[in-house]
Every structure is written in C-alpha cells, then in structure tokens.
C-alpha cells in the first residue's frame, strides 16, 4: 500500500517554474515506478514524466522534454517535478502515482497501469 500526497502547485506567469513535491507513505516506495500526469478542464489525464525504482531512467512527453525534470529521492520517500519555462498550456491539476511494473515495461505511460494516485496538486499558468 502506498498513500501519495502531492505539493507544490499554485499560479505563476508564463515563463516561470514550480517544483512539485510528492511524498509518498509505505516501505516499498522505491519499488515503484513512478509517474505524473496532469489533467486540464474537460480533459483526460495526460502523461508528463516517469522514472525508474532506481532513478537512473526517465521519460516524458514530447511537451514536456527540455523544460520539465522528474527526480527521485527513496531515502526521503519523495519524487519531484521541476517545471521550468511554463506556458499557459501547462495549466491542469498535477497527479503523482506509481506503478508496480517495472519501468522498462513502458506501462507508466497509461494512466490505467498505474495503482496508486494522489490527490492532485492545482498549477494555473498564466499569459
């Protein structure tokens, strides 16, 4: 079982950066994959950036790639998302999860694989 909280979000202009916390409950922390999504108004989730157990591996999505970093901490139960160079079409609200299966699997690309989410954090961008 693992319980996610994330944190972190809130309104910045275009061209600004946020970094999202999320902390995670539960031992097997770092055998998980772990992901975020985000989901604007009257949109499905989308995948943002995943990273393997160990950190050693990462993706994300093409919109993302060169402006956004996904990282990891497993002695502090914790993975990260550092947004750089926002722009208004980043706006939605941020969900971490993690997935059992192993990275190289490239299941943390669908949001259904995924067993655990938290809450979700709000990041508004603005022009």
């Known amino acids: 079982q693992v319980h996610l909280v994330e944190s972190g979000g809130g309104l910045v202009q275009a061209g600004g950066s946020l970094r999202l916390s999320c902390a995670a409950s539960?031992?097997?922390?770092?055998?998980?994959?772990m992901g975020w999504f985000r989901q604007a108004p009257g949109k499905e989730r989308e995948f943002v950036a995943a990273?393997?157990?160990?950190?050693?591996?990462?993706a994300y999505a093409d919109s993302t790639k060169g402006r956004f970093t996904i990282s990891r901490d497993n002695a502090k139960n914790t993975v990260y998302l550092q947004m750089n160079t926002l722009k208004p079409e980043d706006t939605g609200v941020y969900y971490c999860?993690?997935?059992?299966?192993?990275?190289?699997?490239?299941?943390?690309?669908?949001?259904?694989?995924?067993?655990?989410w938290g809450q979700g954090t709000q990041v508004s961008v603005s022009s």
């Open positions: 539960g031992r097997t922390f770092s055998m998980y994959t």
């Open positions: 999860g993690a997935d059992s299966a192993g990275y190289y699997t490239g299941t943390y690309y669908y949001a259904h694989e995924y067993e655990y």
């Open positions: 990273i393997s157990w160990n950190g050693h591996a990462t």
